[in-house]
């Protein structure tokens, strides 16, 4: 009677169905987890692997300490799975969905192809996004009907699923288990890539690292996020997304503890609700992956695939190695390299700069992020750069183009945001004149020690702003007429 408990995107004990099934079974429970490449939605980016080699590690020690350890095994989850049932004599797999198209179409396979029964549960989201619909029927394309049906739902509220009414705490111990070195199973994964340790310190991957974000968030940040979240250097959101993306911590705990949270401090109404949204965007990109499983290649509008890119290497360095001139842009830039992360609102200038002032196809920013993004989430990393790029559903309209000067001005009004990534920057903005402002851009921003074209005497802005944003609405006009 023993169960394979198959972990993807849910590396966690706690607030998960299918730990919890599989304990309520009382016979043994093989954990394991295995690096399939060719079943990925698309192979993992280099920071997500420093994230999940770490991660997994983490979800071992949780194991451990209940008596057990997590096999983690390498290629065909198929082939790999098929043997280890072998191995073990497993009569029953468990799973939690991902809501990745590509896996979802495995997992219907599955207990076929294994021959033995495979219970999939949803731990990933706040609710099944293909059963929310349209009064005919009909997948949602825009975010604030989606959100009001998944209300309606009850299922963008902590408590709604019975379970989280209180949160499921992590097993005292684990059924047991195999031995694996008995069977030879030695951990197989090593996973390479480019080592940012340094900078990356500012992570703790795993279980408890996720529920010392969110209590860090709730003591000082869900005060302020409404009115603030836009702000980069005040440090106000959750910094949760790479601890969601890989399953640390389940969206429905997340929430039931702002919720609980902000029972008790009723001035904080707003900045929950506001986000309890921001939580359901989550969900709302996994629903238009579910619509366009090409998302990371394919444009959701597809009048954009007549749209005049701009073959560029060099911007796009410029951009990757967040040298462009502006300042807001390259700090954004800096702090992904640096960090694996950026802030909501400098990603949306950062890939509205590629897309808009660069002119450069959207996927080769997407595909940049993706590989350098702790969080790089196959939904909501290619649903977010369709959106600002203007092709994806529900999209910002083409013609609105960020002002990547005044958006500094206004989000990061004292620079401290700025200072923090950029060496050099350590004057004081004056005013919010513009022309003041470019030039000061121009001026004073120093590259010193990181760009060889600027010592040069180069020009330091690597487009003007007027010109770029005429360059790209005339691309705009010309796609439309195509
Ligand atoms: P908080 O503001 O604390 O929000 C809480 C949680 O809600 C986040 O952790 C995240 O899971 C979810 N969330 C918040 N905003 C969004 C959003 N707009 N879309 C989807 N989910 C959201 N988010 C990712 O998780 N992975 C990505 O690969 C990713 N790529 C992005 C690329 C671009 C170009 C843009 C504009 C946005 C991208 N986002 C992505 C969305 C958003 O920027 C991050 O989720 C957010 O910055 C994470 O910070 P936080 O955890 O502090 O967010």
């Known amino acids: 009677q023993t169960t394979i408990l198959w972990f993807r995107s849910d590396l966690r004990l706690q607030d998960h169905e299918g730990v919890e099934a599989t304990l309520n079974s009382g016979s043994p429970v093989v954990p394991v987890y295995i690096y399939d490449e060719q079943l990925a939605q698309r192979p993992l980016g280099a920071a997500s692997k420093w994230w999940l080699d770490r991660s997994l590690r983490s979800l071992d020690q949780s194991l451990r300490a209940r008596g057990a350890r997590l096999i983690v095994l390498k290629g065909s989850a198929l082939a790999q799975l098929k043997r280890l049932i072998g191995q073990v004599s497993a009569t029953r797999l468990i799973a939690s969905r991902t809501f990745e198209p590509k896996i979802d179409a495995f997992d219907a396979q599955l207990s076929k192809a294994l021959g033995i029964p495979v219970e999939i549960f949803n731990t990933h989201l706040l609710s099944d996004p293909t059963q929310i619909r349209t009064g005919d029927g009909n997948p949602y394309k825009v975010f604030t009907p989606f959100y009001r049906a998944l209300l309606a739902r009850g299922a963008a509220r902590g408590h709604a699923r019975k379970a989280l009414a209180t949160p499921w705490p992590a097993p005292a111990e684990w059924?047991?288990?195999?031995?694996?070195?008995?069977?030879?199973?030695?951990?197989?994964?090593?996973?390479?890539?480019?080592?940012?340790?340094?900078?990356?310190?500012?992570?703790?991957?795993?279980?408890?690292?996720?529920?010392?974000?969110?209590?860090?968030?709730?003591?000082?940040?869900?005060?302020?996020?409404?009115?603030?979240?836009?702000?980069?250097?005040?440090?106000?959101?959750?910094?949760?997304?790479?601890?969601?993306?890989?399953?640390?911590?389940?969206?429905?705990?997340?929430?039931?503890?702002?919720?609980?949270?902000?029972?008790?401090?009723?001035?904080?109404?707003?900045?929950?609700?506001?986000?309890?949204?921001?939580?359901?965007?989550?969900?709302?990109?996994?629903?238009?992956?579910?619509?366009?499983?090409?998302?990371?290649?394919?444009?959701?509008?597809?009048?954009?695939?007549?749209?005049?890119?701009?073959?560029?290497?060099?911007?796009?360095?410029?951009?990757?190695?967040?040298?462009?001139?502006?300042?807001?842009?390259?700090?954004?830039?800096?702090?992904?390299?640096?960090?694996?992360?950026?802030?909501?609102?400098?990603?949306?200038?950062?890939?509205?700069?590629?897309?808009?002032?660069?002119?450069?196809?959207?996927?080769?920013?997407?595909?940049?992020?993706?590989?350098?993004?702790?969080?790089?989430?196959?939904?909501?990393?290619?649903?977010?750069?369709?959106?600002?790029?203007?092709?994806?559903?529900?999209?910002?309209?083409?013609?609105?183009?960020?002002?990547?000067?005044?958006?500094?001005?206004?989000?990061?009004?004292?620079?401290?945001?700025?200072?923090?990534?950029?060496?050099?920057?350590?004057?004081k903005i004056a005013g919010a004149a513009s022309a003041h402002h470019q030039k000061f851009e121009r001026d004073l921003f120093d590259f010193a020690g990181v760009s060889a074209s600027n010592s040069k005497g180069a020009p330091r802005l690597i487009v003007d702003h007027a010109v770029a944003r005429q360059r790209a609405l005339d691309a705009y006009a010309q796609m439309k007429k195509d």
């Open 175 to 427: 059924p047991e288990s195999v031995d694996i070195d008995a069977l030879g199973l030695k951990p197989a994964l090593t996973l390479s890539g480019h080592d940012w340790s340094e900078g990356f310190d500012v992570w703790t991957p795993g279980e408890d690292g996720a529920h010392q974000r969110l209590s860090a968030f709730l003591r000082s940040g869900l005060k302020g996020y409404a009115p603030d979240r836009d702000r980069p250097d005040l440090d106000i959101t959750s910094r949760l997304s790479p601890h969601l993306r890989f399953g640390e911590i389940s969206p429905h705990r997340v929430l039931h503890e702002a919720e609980a949270h902000a029972a008790a401090h009723p001035a904080l109404s707003d900045d929950l609700e506001k986000f309890r949204a921001e939580l359901a965007w989550r969900d709302f990109s996994y629903n238009i992956l579910q619509l366009q499983p090409e998302l990371d290649r394919v444009n959701f509008k597809s009048a954009f695939d007549a749209m005049p890119w701009r073959d560029d290497p060099a911007g796009l360095r410029a951009w990757q190695r967040g040298e462009t001139g502006y300042s807001l842009v390259d700090a954004g830039m800096r702090q992904l390299w640096r960090t694996g992360f950026m802030h909501n609102r400098v990603r949306m200038v950062c890939a509205s700069f590629l897309s808009k002032h660069l002119l450069i196809d959207w996927r080769q920013g997407e595909q940049w992020f993706w590989d350098t993004l702790v969080d790089a989430d196959p939904a909501s990393n290619t649903a977010s750069w369709q959106w600002v790029a203007g092709s994806g559903a529900d999209a910002a309209p083409y013609f609105r183009i960020f002002n990547p000067l005044t958006q500094a001005e206004k989000f990061d009004p004292k620079g401290a945001y700025r200072r923090r990534f950029v060496s050099g920057f350590t004057e």
